[in-house]
């Protein structure tokens, strides 16, 4: 039984090229903030656990003839993000607390609020230098954000999945392109797709992941690849009165 409420650490830049053009600001959010986290668990008299959101980046490029990574696989940082995932990883284990550990694939968020943010010039602009470091072919693998919520809550006072480390990715069919569902999202916004120039030639860090161990304790693989675009359309129509998306491009 969970005897104390636990801490779930989301925060943190995300995107590698803005956290290359701001590298020592990625480090002080995503790496220093964790210690400041660890700190507040350590000095708390109830010694919660925490959950920490990684990224499957830190497994790095996709490696020629490897079919997917596994949680064991080394972790080979090819940016800053990922860098500051691995470090801030490293601290939670060696600081003695109890932990859950979380790689996330490539989260689709299909809330309203995440949707409307499409709608800034800003957050359009990063989207668009975002997906010229990938290939119109760089491999992606989803995930709905409603199967990571599911995960975050079945770990909670789950036994098993203490000091552990998980990829959270959707099932096998959820392995497709970054070009795929971007395509998916811009139909579903009402705009073409997308055009070869809108991509460059990568590589990126990702590729596949198996689903099967973190299923196995978490319990939180649900929603596939057409239930995610579904979930995308539904989520649309919901706000469309409200914001005017475009999509990147």
Same mark, same amino acid.
């Given at each position: 039984?969970?005897?104390? $409420? ?7 830049? $995300? ?13 002080? +959010? ?5 210690? *400041? =986290?660890?700190?507040?668990?350590? $000095?708390?008299?109830?010694? !919660?656990?925490?959950?920490? %959101? ?7 490029? !996709? ?10 696989? #080394? ?20 600081? @003695?607390?109890?932990? $859950?550990?979380?790689?996330? @694939? &490539? ?23 975002? *997906?010229?470091?990938? &290939?119109?072919?760089? #491999? ?7 199967? +990571? ?11 098993? %999945? ?6 959270? =990715? ?18 579903? +916004?009402?705009?073409? !797709? ?8 990568? #590589?990126? !860090?990702?590729?596949?992941?198996? #689903?099967?161990?973190?299923?196995? =304790? ?12 579904? *979930?995308?359309? *539904? ?7 409200? =914001? ?6």
């Amino acid at each position: 039984m969970m005897t104390s $409420t636990p801490i779930i650490h989301h925060a943190a830049m $995300t995107l590698p090229t803005h956290c290359e053009e701001e590298w020592e600001y990625c480090w002080d +959010v995503n790496f220093f903030g964790t210690l *400041n =986290v660890i700190d507040a668990v350590l $000095t708390s008299p109830q010694s !919660p656990k925490l959950l920490y %959101s990684s990224s499957v980046a830190n497994y790095g490029y !996709p490696v020629q003839g490897k079919k997917h990574f596994v949680e064991s696989d #080394p972790l080979t940082p090819t940016c800053t993000y990922a860098a500051t995932k691995i470090a801030s990883e490293l601290a939670i284990r060696r600081a @003695g607390i109890n932990y $859950t550990i979380m790689r996330l @694939g &490539s989260v689709l968020d299909v809330g309203a609020p995440h949707l409307a943010m499409m709608a800034d010039p800003d957050l359009l602009a990063r989207i668009i230098k975002e *997906n010229r470091l990938k &290939s119109s072919k760089s #491999p992606a693998h989803f995930v709905s954000s409603d199967d +990571v919520n599911t995960a975050y809550l079945n770990a909670l006072d789950n036994l098993e %999945s203490d000091r552990r480390t998980f990829n959270l =990715v959707g099932p096998a069919d959820c392995r497709t392109t970054f070009r795929f569902m971007q395509d998916a999202i811009n139909a579903a +916004v009402g705009a073409p !797709p997308s055009s070869d120039d809108d991509w460059g030639n990568g #590589p990126y !860090p990702q590729q596949y992941y198996d #689903p099967a161990p973190s299923d196995n =304790v978490l319990h939180h693989v649900r929603t596939d690849k057409a239930g995610i675009i579904a *979930n995308i359309r *539904n989520a649309v129509d919901d706000i469309a009165e409200f =914001v005017s998306l475009s999509a990147p491009g």
